[in-house]
């Protein structure tokens, strides 16, 4: 079955011996590369630029096995995200969005999918509030709905908050979306941004799986993994420990290695999720919890091909 990734793609520029190195990135993106370094169909929807950086960004992705007749070559300047890393690796991000390559997705872009393919879409500084690509984005999730499998990384970064009138504007958008979605990988730094009132981000992430979601997966960085379902119990597993040099596209990498997991065992369809056994859930958590932590131990979003994952 085939995995289609929507959203943007940027250029992070990330310190680098006192300089910043351009590297591809954007939670999609890295998704996209991820999933086709795993061995999965993946075609990759969203706009690449005209300019040497949009050649860098394709070359990349069709180097990794991503197919590309879904992303139009938009002309405008690649989207920017400068990256500033803190004591422990942990990285935070500033944007220059407007007027670039990833925030200029219209509706009028959106090709007809592959039958049968499970939709991925995740989210960044192009958030559901931001016109037109957001808007593009939740269109075609909408139109999604039912039709095919849905999976949304929601990846909140605080500057969608002012395209949608603010937190709890946002927050309240969110939950309508994830309504309608079959699975959502989300962090509980995620959650509590999006909830900061909440006592505990998993009561965010319970009250999405009695929703509608087939499955609701929460990251928590070193502290591992921990998936929710409207009736069962909640499955965990513990973080694994790996020397970090930094925390650059980790998410994206376990979102790659979740939906990797479930597409080659043939459980991208929301009957099979629905019916997921505990023990198939901890071991699609344990085998995506493995992809992030080799990422981690690497600079930037570098996720790990299939053959690298034994040991």
């Known amino acids: 079955m085939s995995i289609v990734v929507a959203g943007e793609a940027l250029m992070d520029l990330a ?90 997705l219209t509706t009028g872009d959106l090709p007809a999918l592959p039958d049968g393919a ?13 016109d037109p690509a957001g808007h593009t984005l939740g269109q075609l999730l909408a139109e999604a709905r039912g039709n095919r499998v849905t999976s949304l990384d929601p990846n909140v970064r605080p500057v969608v908050f002012d395209q949608a009138g603010g937190v709890a504007a946002y927050a309240a958008r969110m939950d309508e979306v994830v309504a309608g979605i079959d699975l959502v990988k989300v962090s509980d730094e995620d959650l509590l941004t999006l909830h900061p009132d909440a006592d505990d981000p998993l009561e965010v992430a319970r009250r999405w799986a009695a929703g509608g ?12 993994a921990v998936a929710l379902r409207a009736q069962g119990p909640e499955v965990s ?18 979102t790659a290695g979740l939906l990797a997991w479930l597409d080659e065992h043939d459980r991208l369809t929301r009957p099979a999720l629905d019916t997921l056994e505990d023990e198939a859930i901890a071991a699609a958590l344990r085998f995506a919890r493995r992809v992030a932590a080799i990422t981690c131990t690497r600079a930037g979003a570098d996720p790990p091909r299939r053959d690298e994952l034994q040991g």
């Open 213 to 224: 979601p087939a499955l609701v997966v929460v990251t928590r960085g070193p502290d591992g």
């Open 118 to 130: 499970t939709l991925h879409v995740s989210l960044g500084a192009i958030g559901l509030g931001h």
């Open 237 to 254: 597993v513990p973080g694994e420990a790996v020397e970090v040099v930094d925390t650059v596209g980790a998410g994206d990498a376990f």
């Open 15 to 104: 310190p680098r011996e006192g300089l910043l190195l351009p590297l591809p990135g954007g939670s999609p993106y890295n998704v996209a590369v991820g999933l086709g370094r795993l061995g999965s169909q993946t075609h990759y929807l969203g706009g690449l630029s005209t300019d040497a950086f949009g050649a860098l960004m394709t070359q990349r992705l069709r180097a990794n096995d991503v197919q590309l007749e879904l992303a139009p070559r938009i002309d405008a300047p690649t989207t920017l995200a400068v990256v500033h890393l803190d004591d422990q690796g942990r990285a935070s991000y500033g944007f220059y969005v407007e007027g670039t390559s990833a925030a200029a």
